[in-house]
Structures are given as structure tokens and as C-alpha cells.
T-cell receptor, first 114, second 111 residues
Framework: EAGVTQFPSHSVIEKGQTVTLRCDPI?????LYWYRRVMGKEIKFLLH????????ESGMPNNRFLAERTGGTYSTLKVQPAELEDSGVYFC????????????FGSGTQLSVL | SQKIEQNSEALNIQEGKTATLTCNYT??????LQWYRQDPGRGPVFLLL???NEKEKRKERLKVTFDTTLKQSLFHITASQPADSATYLC??????????WGLGTSLAVNP
């Protein structure tokens, strides 16, 4: 069984540019999460999809971040325009159910905004 | 404010000994507590989950305890091996489903 895959693994962009991160969850997992870890800080929740619907987007930093999950399969997270403070590792995770369930994480996308 | 604290200093132990990692939390009433392992350049990997009404959970060489009065979880690795060297993360889940994470504790098991 394939795990959660994220693309790209690394991205280096300049301030003001746009970057789109992609996550392919484990097939059949309705729940998809985005988390972010900024250097020196703990992992922080960004948002949660159930199928194609946003269940909770309370962790999204601001309106420069846009997440989609069309068709309830893969998800994209777009940052436009990117700022220096957006640098960090963006993790995607999936699970078949909610509540008291383990999450399966991808390896993350290391985003560097220069 | 809600806060999760894990041993901030790296833990170095000898192979074969038991590693004990601590997770303390404040201003929080988690329904579940999870422990993950993270290796460099990889995402967290789930290890164990314990519910608020459970005191202890075991899986092979791993044991987790959960004391909601002390607001503390302890994570034990018995008969530790060099392959156990990694960062261990504690995460709390409240009823709104999202995980709140600690910074993690780095464990090094020396042969």
C-alpha cells in the first residue's frame, strides 16, 4: 500500500512568488490534514478536509494560503504571494476516520522563501 | 494559554537501558494523547495512542502512561537499541480533532 506522498520535497522561491504544494493521501482516506513546522517551533495545524469539504481551517495563517481538495482525492496548498515567514516544512497527513485515529504522514515539503 | 512541554534537552542512554520521555500539558483537556517518532527528513510516524480514561498502554517494547490529574504522559522504551534513536513527539487531541504538538525530545541510544 502506498503511503502519503508529497511533492515537491523541497522548494526554494523568492518572496512574492507563488508556490503550490501537493499531497496524495492514502487511497480511501477521507480525512486529509495539512500541518506546518517552522524552524525551532512545534508542528502546527493548518486545516482538515473530510473528502472535498473543509472541516476546519482555523489554522490557516492568512488569506495568502489556499487549500483545495477537488474530488476528495489529492490536495493542493497554494501560497500566493509567499513571504519570508512562510518558510518551514509543510506536512500532509491522512486517516480513514476522525477522532482518536492515528495519522499517516508524508515526508513533507521543505519550503524556503528567500 | 494551552501549552505542551517535552524534555527540552536531548536524552542520551546506553543500549539495553530504558528510555523515559516526558510530556506535560497545561490548560488542556485532551480526549486522546498520541506519541510519534520522527527521523531526520521524514514525517512523524505513529507509535501509540492512549485515551483519557486509560492509564497505560503497551506495544512491544513501548509503554505509555497517561495521568490526567498530573496532566502528564510518560513514554518508555525498554531494552533500547541504537535504531530507537530519533525525535519523539507528543501530540494531544481535543474534541475538535486537531492535534496540538510538543517540540519533541531527541533520543540517542549509544551502542
Amino acid at each position: 500500500e502506498a503511503g502519503v506522498t508529497q511533492f515537491p520535497s523541497h522548494s526554494v522561491i523568492e518572496k512574492g512568488q507563488t508556490v503550490t504544494l501537493r499531497c496524495d493521501p492514502i487511497s480511501g482516506h477521507d480525512n486529509l490534514y495539512w500541518y506546518r513546522r517552522v524552524m525551532g517551533k512545534e508542528i502546527k495545524f493548518l486545516l482538515h478536509f473530510v473528502k472535498e469539504s473543509k472541516q476546519d481551517e482555523s489554522g490557516m495563517p492568512n488569506n495568502r494560503f489556499l487549500a483545495e481538495r477537488t474530488g476528495g482525492t489529492y490536495s493542493t496548498l497554494k501560497v500566493q504571494p509567499a513571504e519570508l515567514e512562510d518558510s518551514g516544512v509543510y506536512f500532509c497527513a491522512s486517516s480513514p476516520r476522525q477522532g482518536g485515529e492515528k495519522l499517516f504522514f508524508g515526508s513533507g515539503t521543505q519550503l524556503s522563501v528567500l | 494559554s494551552q501549552k505542551i512541554e517535552q524534555n527540552s534537552e536531548a536524552l542520551n542512554i546506553q543500549e539495553g537501558k530504558t528510555a523515559t520521555l516526558t510530556c506535560n500539558y497545561t490548560n488542556y483537556s485532551p480526549a486522546y494523547l498520541q506519541w510519534y517518532r520522527q527521523d531526520p527528513g521524514r514525517g512523524p510516524v505513529f507509535l501509540l495512542l492512549i485515551r483519557e480514561n486509560e492509564k497505560e498502554k503497551r506495544k512491544e517494547r513501548l509503554k505509555v502512561t497517561f495521568d490526567t490529574t498530573l496532566k502528564q504522559s510518560l513514554f518508555h522504551i525498554t531494552a533500547s537499541q541504537p535504531a530507537d534513536s530519533a525525535t519523539y513527539l507528543c501530540a494531544l487531541e481535543s474534541n475538535n480533532r486537531k492535534l496540538i504538538w510538543g517540540l519533541g525530545t531527541s533520543l540517542a541510544v549509544n551502542p
